[in-house]
């Protein structure tokens, strides 16, 4: 088997692998939202909202999740309610609100979508040493490569 051979396979393998892991994962990446207060679609506002530093209108909102204004300021009084966002006014157009993350809501988002469970220490306790250097390397290339630039 040649070089380019051996890395396609190999490359399929770790993609087989991924789809394997992310799978069994999702239960334990559901776990916080199944014990907090937040709908999954909450979750998914309140991420778009966390990662926009000037704040998100209820108008762009809706729109790039294809809901009705009304649906979408619904959505969001839900999420100033539980003291996830807040709504302040625009600094460049005082008639509008921008919708901002508080820190408990970037703490949830952080939570949730930082969660590596299958990098967990109850996962990674299992691997031998030598298991755990070659995931130590992998996962260095990995970051490097997204550091950089893909």
Same mark, same amino acid.
């Given at each position: 088997?040649?070089?380019?051979?051996?890395?396609?396979?190999?490359?399929?393998?770790?993609?087989?692998?991924?789809?394997?892991?992310?799978?069994?994962?999702?239960? %334990?990446? #559901?776990?916080?939202? +199944?014990?907090? &207060?937040?709908? *999954?679609?909450?979750?998914? /506002?309140?991420? @778009?909202?966390?990662?926009?530093?000037?704040?998100?209108?209820?108008?762009?909102?809706?729109?790039?999740?294809?809901?009705?204004?009304?649906?979408?300021?619904?959505?969001?009084?839900?999420?100033?309610?539980?003291?996830?966002?807040?709504?302040?006014?625009?600094? %460049?157009? #005082?008639?509008?609100? +921008?919708?901002? &993350?508080?820190? *408990?809501?970037?703490?949830? /988002?952080?939570? @949730?979508?930082?969660?590596?469970?299958?990098?967990?220490?109850?996962?990674?306790?299992?691997?031998?040493?030598?298991?755990?250097?070659?995931?130590?390397?992998?996962?260095?290339?990995?970051?490097?490569?997204?550091?950089?630039?893909?």
């Amino acid at each position: 088997m040649g070089e380019d051979d051996d890395r396609r396979a190999t490359l399929e393998r770790i993609e087989a692998l991924s789809l394997s892991i992310a799978v069994r994962s999702i239960p %334990r990446m #559901l776990e916080p939202l +199944r014990s907090g &207060s937040l709908s *999954l679609q909450q979750l998914k /506002v309140l991420s @778009v909202v966390v990662t926009t530093e000037e704040g998100a209108s209820v108008a762009q909102l809706a729109a790039s999740f294809g809901v009705t204004m009304a649906s979408m300021s619904n959505l969001v009084d839900r999420l100033v309610a539980g003291g996830f966002a807040e709504r302040a006014a625009d600094a %460049r157009d #005082l008639r509008v609100r +921008r919708v901002h &993350s508080t820190d *408990l809501g970037r703490a949830v /988002v952080q939570r @949730v979508m930082g969660a590596r469970p299958e990098l967990g220490a109850d996962v990674l306790s299992q691997l031998s040493l030598e298991e755990l250097h070659a995931l130590e390397i992998g996962l260095g290339a990995v970051g490097r490569v997204l550091r950089d630039g893909v």
